[in-house]
Structure formats: C-alpha cells, structure tokens
C-alpha cells in the first residue's frame, strides 16, 4: 500500500488549505484513515480521522470547527479540509491508513496505522 499525500504550501492565517492522500495498492475501503502532524521539536499527534464507511469522525480539540475530513473510496482519496488556519496549525501533515476491523471504527493511535505517507509541510504565516 503507498499513499501519497499533496496539498500543503505557505498560507497566510485565515486562510484555507485542502490537503489530499491518495492510496494505492490495496482495497481503500477496508481501511480507516488518519491525518497526523509534526510541529518541529514535537511528537506526530492525530488531527482528524475517518472510518472506512466515511460516517464516523474524530477531530482533536484545537482543530474542530475549522477542519473537515472526508474520504471519496471511488477515487480512493482521503481529504483534509483545513479553514481558518493558524500559526499553529504550521507542522508536517501525514496521512495514514489502518486496517479496519468494522466499517464504523476510526483510529486516533499512531501505532494503529499500518502505512503512512510522506508527509506535506503546511505553513501558516501570522
């Protein structure tokens, strides 16, 4: 399974960013997915995940109200939708894929997540 995460640049705070993965290699709809971070100095926490079905979500506090994620399994993509961003919302974002034992489950435990992709730097400028 590869996944390639794209979407990320330099943004002013206010502004929006959508971040994209897409998966290859295996079937997209058997796995939950995930977006993490990396602010530098910092461990990679969850941001936002999403069971396979796409009904369930989970958002960390500090990005709720502001970012969205959605899967389309026909494209075989997971999204992010990052409004209203934040100095601190400046990290590296990786997207991450988990084998799902239901299709309601999502995952927030990086060690839950079989495969991870390369990572997109997201920079917010105050």
């Known amino acids: 399974v590869q996944l390639q995460a794209y979407g990320g640049g330099l943004v002013q705070a206010g502004g929006s960013l959508r971040l994209s993965c897409a998966v290859s290699?295996?079937?997209?709809?058997?796995?939950?997915m995930g977006w993490f971070r990396q602010a530098p100095g910092k461990e990679r926490d969850v941001v936002a995940a999403?069971?396979?079905?796409?009904?369930?979500?989970y958002y960390v506090d500090s990005v709720k109200g502001r970012f969205t994620i959605s899967r389309e399994n026909a494209l075989n993509t997971v999204f992010l939708q990052m409004n209203s961003l934040k100095p601190e919302d400046t990290a590296v974002y990786y997207c991450?894929?988990?084998?799902?034992?239901?299709?309601?489950?999502?995952?927030?435990?990086?060690?839950?997540?079989?495969?991870w992709g390369q990572g997109t730097l997201v920079t917010v400028s105050s």
């Open positions: 290699g295996r079937t997209f709809s058997s796995y939950a």
């Open positions: 991450a894929a988990a084998t799902s034992y239901g299709a309601t489950y999502y995952y927030t435990d990086s060690h839950d997540y079989d495969y």
């Open positions: 999403i069971s396979w079905s796409g009904d369930n979500t």
